[in-house]
């Protein structure tokens, strides 16, 4: 009878199996941590690859809601542009039936008139299809936005006079009167070069148009041409006189939307017209005027401000007197005026000199605001002289502070 006996195998070659077991165990365990390695780098990507493609769905997702937003205010756009046209056609057949209400003087009520759909129409902004109105607000100006340039005969150092502003290339005009020459500044108040030294001798007013510089000289009894380009004398008018074309000791000057130059001509007692190629056209406010010191030219008036007694007149553009406004009453509105600029809603912008404060009137000569105040410090004059306002209401003006001469606000 066969008995069951245990198998009895050698000890060598029990370690043998367990080193061969061992072995297997070892590598397989270094394989599944490969694995396991490669598993999770795998994953790794994944997840990046997963987060990539939601963020460039996002920003899909973003730029089909952004095209979207931009075809409806395309949409909205265009019908806002079709709006604007009936607009622009009601204002221009009010400006039209305005013209000749100017002309017949006694029909008019107030002595200066803004259409307020050519103010909202001057005033409109488009930003992607969202048209805003924009309205000056002058309690808001307190403290200025530039306050650069001193008194000296350097770069950037200049005496007082009048100013003009050059808006679609930024550039600011000035009349440095006792320095005998004309500086030009950015908007930022950098200096960037001048010109005229060697012809002018006391320049007082500044206009400036597409490709024309004109100046008055008080001392030359003169108004000078010059090329915006390369800033050459291109012509000059006569002598010192009374006669027609001649000047004596001319002030502020402006152009109208036909190039005509109108020009105070302070001791004539008149405005003197002429055309852009200094042709004399006109005079006007020979029986009203007794010292214009500066003009302005809107699309329906000429305004005239006169020295004597603190008064401004305001002529159609065929050259007939509508009224006058004094603005120096009992309460001493106006003490010293030199130079004015109008807003787009025909509000006067003057320079006080004995007050050395800038102030805002109404067209009927109310007062509305004051800036600035007597001193020499940012925000504050001494005799501030030229001033001009832009389009989208920055002031600026010149004074003779002996630091900040050229104040924005």
């Known amino acids: 009878m066969a008995t069951n006996r245990p198998i009895i195998v050698p000890i060598n070659e029990l370690a043998q199996f367990d080193y061969v077991a061992t072995q297997i165990t070892n590598a397989f365990d270094l394989l599944i941590q490969q694995l396991i390695a490669r598993r999770d780098a795998l994953l790794g990507k994944l997840k990046d690859k997963k ?6 769905e996002s920003t899909r997702k973003a ?5 979207a937003n931009t075809q409806r205010h395309m949409e909205e756009l265009s019908l806002k542009v079709n709006d604007n046209k009936d607009l622009h056609q009601q204002a221009t ?8 209400q100017l002309e017949t003087p006694t029909k008019l009520q107030q002595p200066f008139f803004s259409c307020t759909m050519m103010f909202q129409l001057q005033t409109q902004i488009a930003e992607y299809g969202e048209v805003k109105e924009w309205e000056l607000d002058y309690s808001l100006k ?6 650069v340039g001193k008194f000296g005969r350097g770069n950037n150092e200049l005496s007082a006079g009048g100013l003009s502003l050059d808006e679609p290339n930024q550039l600011i005009y000035i009349a440095d009167w006792c320095n005998s020459r004309i500086q030009v500044v950015s908007f930022e108040g950098k200096f960037l070069t001048r010109f005229g030294q060697d012809i002018l001798k006391r320049p007082w ?6 490709d024309n510089i004109f100046i008055t000289d008080s001392e030359l009894h003169a108004l000078l041409q010059f090329n915006k380009k390369d800033y050459k004398l291109v012509k000059r008018t006569g002598n010192k006189g009374a006669g027609d074309g001649e000047l004596n000791e001319p002030h502020g000057l402006c152009v109208d939307y036909n190039g005509d130059v109108y020009v105070a001509d302070y001791y004539n007692h008149r405005v003197s017209i002429f055309s852009k190629a200094l042709e004399f056209v006109n005079c006007l406010g020979t029986q009203q005027l007794k010292w214009p010191l500066d003009v302005k030219v809107t699309p329906t ?4 401000l006169d020295q004597s007694p603190n008064c401004f007149h305001f002529y159609s553009r065929s050259g007939h007197l509508i009224s006058s406004c004094i603005t120096r009453g009992e309460d001493g509105v106006v003490h010293y005026p030199v130079f004015f600029s109008l807003d787009v809603a025909g509000n006067i912008l003057i320079t006080d000199i004995m007050c050395s404060n800038i102030k805002i009137l109404s067209p009927s000569g109310e007062l509305i605001h ?3 105040r007597e001193g020499h410090g940012r925000g504050e004059f001494i005799r501030p002289f030229g001033i001009s306002i832009s389009a989208l209401g920055t002031i600026f003006v010149i004074s003779r502070n002996p630091n900040f001469r050229l104040q924005a606000f």
């Open 93 to 100: 057949d009010l400006y039209q039936q305005r013209i000749k």
């Open 205 to 210: 007013g500044i206009a400036v148009t597409e």
């Open 142 to 147: 307190k403290e200025p936005i530039l306050a």
């Open 63 to 67: 730029a089909m809601e952004e095209l």
């Open 301 to 304: 008036s000429i305004v005239v």
């Open 51 to 56: 987060g990539e493609y939601l963020s460039k």
């Open 370 to 372: 004051t800036i600035g």
